[in-house]
């Protein structure tokens, strides 16, 4: 199965590199058999996303359907 994987990464308190979550993602989708073909990645203040739609996340969704 393809799938695209999303990291996000909060500039408010400069949290993990999301090259480590997408390091696990990786190894997970390759354990159960799934090929990434997207890979999307936020950096955003949590205070700023509660206030609006996440464009990685949006443009995950519609990569989706």
């Given at each position: 199965m393809r799938v695209a994987i999303y990291a996000r990464?909060?500039?408010?308190?400069?949290g993990p590199d999301p090259e480590n979550q997408l390091q696990d993602?990786?190894?997970w989708c390759?354990?159960?058999?799934?090929?990434v073909s997207r890979e999307h990645i936020d950096y955003e203040s949590g205070r700023k996303?509660?206030?609006k739609r996440k464009p990685?996340?949006?443009?995950?969704?519609k990569y989706a359907r």
């Open positions: 990464v909060s500039t408010d308190d400069r993602l990786r190894a390759a354990a159960a058999g799934h090929a996303a509660a206030d990685s996340g949006s443009s995950v969704v």
